[in-house]
């Protein structure tokens, strides 16, 4: 069952922005000291691909550490665990290390997360060690619940994501998922197909992770662009990212923060005309003319185009909000 158009752009909206997801490796202690002090809408410290094998336990260590001790502002505090279908014991030793710490983190991040069974697996693990820790951990309210990001990495991941999505979003569910991001590059891995500057090879992924996140009110998180040195592709890839409805997009350095976070909110010259246009709506409703189209600026504007003009303030008043 899909959700109705409604609850879901209000879930949507009630959602923390995150424009720009920053992925730091949890083994770096100097890496995550300079997070906390960047103005980014989430830091996620890494225990998956960013850390050696050896390095794992240190790695936990360093992050339950950050999350006591370290003021990471604004940004929502993150961690990446390693992934419950290719390693479910170094997950669960993940969840339950990370979960066991002092201070808990704002957001869990599970990787390569492909059927329902695999995402019970995690609700199990993590209220089991979130019961653990008694009091502040394990609760059954909408607004207290431990945030979840999935991330879609395969074909198979992406053809059960409604499924995913549908249990996911379930009243008895532990945690509360609020977003899928996209890896590319594992997808494209699994899928056969060869990486191009012009992501084309992903473009029916990319926007069937967007119908699906946004029919069940989560929000859709692009893929990561690895060349540090385009910003002008960064940039594109991040607008196109944007005009079909993601909500944000993966990053892996700080130079990435500032293009990304500014490609995923609305211009002002974008505000303004949004405003105007819900004024002029707003001036015909009242003036008898109901829900009809009427022109504006020489254009026929219908309820759909108003809807796109107040999805455009709202994300104006989420992003100054912080």
Same mark, same amino acid.
């Given at each position: ?24 490796? #949890? ?5 995550? /000291? ?13 225990? /998956? ?23 990471? #502002? ?32 704002? %957001? ?33 309210? @909408? ?9 879609? /990495? ?19 569910? @532990? ?16 899928? #056969?197909? %060869? ?45 196109? #990212? ?16 500032? @293009? ?15 405003? /105007? ?46």
């Amino acid at each position: 069952r899909v959700h109705g158009g409604s609850e879901t752009m209000r879930r949507a909206r009630s959602l923390r922005p995150r424009r720009a997801w920053l992925f730091m490796p #949890g083994s770096r202690t100097r890496f995550i /000291e300079k997070a906390a002090k960047l103005d980014v809408d989430v830091v996620c410290m890494d225990l /998956e691909d960013g850390v050696a094998l050896d390095a794992k336990a240190e790695a936990r260590g360093n992050i339950k550490e950050a999350l006591a001790t370290m003021d990471f #502002g604004r940004s929502d505090i993150a961690v990446r665990v390693n992934s419950p279908s290719l390693d479910k014991a170094a997950s669960e030793e993940d969840i339950s290390d990370i979960l066991s710490g002092p201070s808990l983190p704002h %957001t869990l991040c599970v990787p390569k997360l492909d059927t329902v069974e695999q995402l019970e697996w995690v609700f199990e693990t993590t209220a089991a060690a979130l019961a653990a820790r008694g009091g502040d951990g394990a609760t059954s309210s @909408p607004e207290s619940k431990l945030a979840l990001v999935t991330m879609c /990495e395969s074909p198979l991941g992406l053809l059960n994501l409604p499924a995913i999505l549908e249990r996911a979003a379930a009243s008895d569910a @532990p945690l509360d998922t609020q977003g899928v991001i996209f890896g590319g590059d594992d997808y494209a891995a699994e899928a #056969g197909a %060869t990486r191009s500057r012009s992501n084309d090879e992903l473009a029916m992924a990319r926007q069937m992770v967007v119908a699906s996140c946004r029919a069940y009110g989560v929000q859709p998180l692009d893929v990561v662009q690895i060349d540090l040195q385009d910003e002008a592709k960064l940039v594109a890839e991040a607008r196109q #990212g944007a005009a079909w409805g993601f909500a944000g997009k993966q990053i892996i350095h700080p130079k990435q923060i500032a @293009p990304v976070q500014e490609a995923f909110s609305p211009s002002p010259d974008a505000i303004v005309e949004a405003r /105007e246009l819900v004024e002029a709506y707003a001036q015909h409703y009242e003036a008898g003319g109901n829900r009809g189209a009427f022109t504006f600026k020489g254009k026929m504007i219908d309820t759909p185009t108003v809807l796109i003009a107040q999805n455009v303030l709202r994300a104006a008043e989420a992003m100054e909000a912080g």
